[in-house]
Structure formats: C-alpha cells, structure tokens
C-alpha cells in the first residue's frame, strides 16, 4: 500500500482533525491557561457538584488515570476540590471552588468561538450534518472504545449542538 493512501483513511483524518481542535481549543483559551480536558472536567462539576471521579471519567470517556491527573492539576491550581464521598470512603466526590466556577463562566466565549473555528469551513447544514455522523459514528461503535462514556444525567447528547471544540 503506497504511504498516501493513509491520507485517505477515516483513523488518519479523525486523529488530524483532532490535532487542529486541539490546537485551536488551546490558543482560543491560552490567556485563561486552559486544556480541553481540563474545561471538560470544570464543565461536568458545575453540571454534577460532588460527582465521583469514577462518573466523571465516564462523562467525559477518560481513563480514571486521566481523569485523576487533571483533577490533580485543577486542584493545585485551586479550581476544585476532592474529599471522600459520603457513604463511601474508597470514592473521591469532587467539586469546583469558586475560582474555577469563575474560570469557567470566563472560557465560555473562547471556548464557543473555538467551536465556531473549528466548523467555519463548513456551511450551517452542512455543519448540522457533520455533528450528526460524528455522533453517530460515536454512538454506533461505542463498545469498540478503551474508556466507557456515560453521558450527565439528563444531558443527553445532541448531534449538531457542539458546545466544546474538541
């Protein structure tokens, strides 16, 4: 197989196009020093305050050794905060701190105008369709995944409705 033909390969432009979300995500919030996995952990606390870190590595389909490093680095940071869970002392709850509530609410314009880069090649059908074969094409292989994902309680995942960039 010539070496070119990998360019035209789904795993080839999905794992591309994330490189560009990514690069676009970090330099939209480079002034507030935010990662997308770090803005996904802040929005799921502010959704689910007290959430245990093993559901809010499902919400957000990280391994738990991801999820704990960047909890790790938001609580040196003072965005939130990890204590035992009531009934339920081999769990972690977590929270957000005031400060990281108020990191958010800041990320939230960079973070929707990173999202409107990212899809700017593309007309607004166009962009619909788009996020609904994504969310297909997630939906339908989800047990092919390393890490489970368990949307937010009552937050049901929509197609054509990006609210994070990556």
């Known amino acids: 197989m010539p070496v070119f033909d990998i360019y035209q390969r789904p795993g080839f432009l999905l794992r591309r196009a994330h490189q560009i979300s990514t690069a676009i995500f970090e330099r939209s919030c480079a002034h507030l020093g935010l990662t997308p996995a770090q ?3 802040l ?3 502010a959704e689910q305050p007290g959430v245990d870190q093993s559901s809010l590595a499902r919400a957000l389909a990280f391994d738990k050794v991801t999820v704990l490093r960047v909890l790790q680095g938001l609580e040196a940071k003072g965005l939130c905060t ?3 869970a009531p009934g339920n002392r081999r769990q972690m709850a977590v929270a957000l701190t005031p400060q990281g509530l108020e990191l958010l609410h800041l990320a939230r314009q960079p973070v929707q105008q990173a999202a409107d880069l990212l899809l700017s090649p593309f007309t607004p059908a166009q962009r619909e369709q788009f996020m609904a074969l994504l ?3 997630n939906a339908s292989l ?4 390393r890490a489970g994902f368990v949307p937010v309680q009552g937050q049901p995942v929509k197609a054509g409705k990006p609210s994070i960039s990556n």
């Open 135 to 137: 969310s297909t094409l």
């Open 82 to 84: 990890r204590v035992t």
């Open 142 to 145: 989800e047990a092919e995944a």
């Open 39 to 41: 803005y996904g952990v």
């Open 43 to 45: 929005s799921v606390l």
